[in-house]
């Protein structure tokens, strides 16, 4: 994500100057990252009297970047190195900015990592450029090849995200490379979590040959091995029987591991309840049933009013009682139980089992929530600073739930300019906000309605409707 601006601060004359990144960027020539930051004392300098020794740090956070008088220099292109990228590489006499234009070696990254492990190094090289896909991928492949477990797991993490066959083996191979490392703590992930990873695409023959009895026996391991959510999987298949023959028996007893395994998780109790109360795959058991029910209920309780904060409580007692009427509701039948319906919507979400049954008994799924229907903005600069700078976001997200869709801003002299999330900047110059936002809208292929802020103060007072 594009940050606010940076703050540039003069070591001759003193002066501390607050720059948006849409004036950075056009001044840089292109995006503004923890990377190009390191730039701006070139390109932009002390806006008072002109003098290159400043030193830079990055909005809001005021993340440092340069310090006047002490950032190294880059022995490649002369440009200042990054303090954020000294952190992780400390030894570095080459900038980011280098490295991802493919001008160092890779001796020299390990050697500046100050460690023998070249995998690692790679694997912090990754990470250095986080949001950066296309050098996360060439960084944690070459880690990758090194055999190192952490590597072989984010990297087959970025590439579940990909449709192309050849990506989906990658990520089929990483994955099993990484459920074959040794338990460790520098891993920073669980083996079983590779492991379960690994079965659901030998479950599904994603990137592989589909293998349905080597993906059972694999959950299993990575269930005895403490993840809930192999257990789970397992669970839903005997339930199922679509996979595997249909087995209640079995399906319960993975539910009941799943749910040993992590007892406050309110979907692994809603699981075991609703099992126990409507006797699926084991004896019925009310007591036993209410018992871990209440339980689930009040962990979900917890959630909801920590998510609506002020709003009233989540009554857990109506809500247990409603979903025992519900139990004894005929199949096909439905009553009013608000409390239950909102409970087991989440419940049916999290494909708890039966809990589609029983919601469909109070009602079935509650009305999709409507977005806002027009682009939010909202202030931009970070407190203190005086500038007419907003971000601009959509309601509907784009790709995985990215809403942001740039910022647009007043420039001293009444024009506005407008510059994506990715740091490009949108045409020329506006006249008006809205010809700003409108612009930005389009150039990021978002067809979400701008309704100016009067517009909007009439709507909240009814006099007008939205399109
Ligand atoms: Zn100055
Ligand atoms: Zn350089």
Redesign the pocket.
Known sequence: MLPPGVWIK??????ETYRSAGVVVRALGRPLTDHTAAMVPQAI???????H??SVFVAPQKSKIVVAGKSRRCRVCDGFISERFRRSFPKAHFCSLCVSEGRVADEDVVAAFGEAAPGQAYRTMASVFWGDKAQQLHWLRKAAKTGNANALYRLAGILTESNDPADLAECFSAYSRAAMATASKELEFKVCYAEHAVAVRLLWGRGCTRDVGRAIEMMRSAGAKGATRAMRGLGRLFLDGKLVERNLDESYACYRKAYDLSPDDFGDSAAIAFFLLLGIGTEPDEAEGVKVLGHSISKYAAMHDDVWGQRPRFDQDGCLREILVACRVAEGRSAMLPLARRYLHWMAYLRVPQADHLLDRCGGPLPPYQPRWELRLSRCPPEKVKADTWWVQSPVPRSASLTMLGQVEQLPNRVWIATTDAGVPVGETFGSMKDAVVALAAAVGCYVPYVDPLAKRLKRRGMDAPP
Not at 45 to 51: A, I, Q, V, W, Y
């Open positions: 003069c070591a001759t004359c003193g002066n300098g002390c806006l008072e009297c002109g003098s020794e400043v």
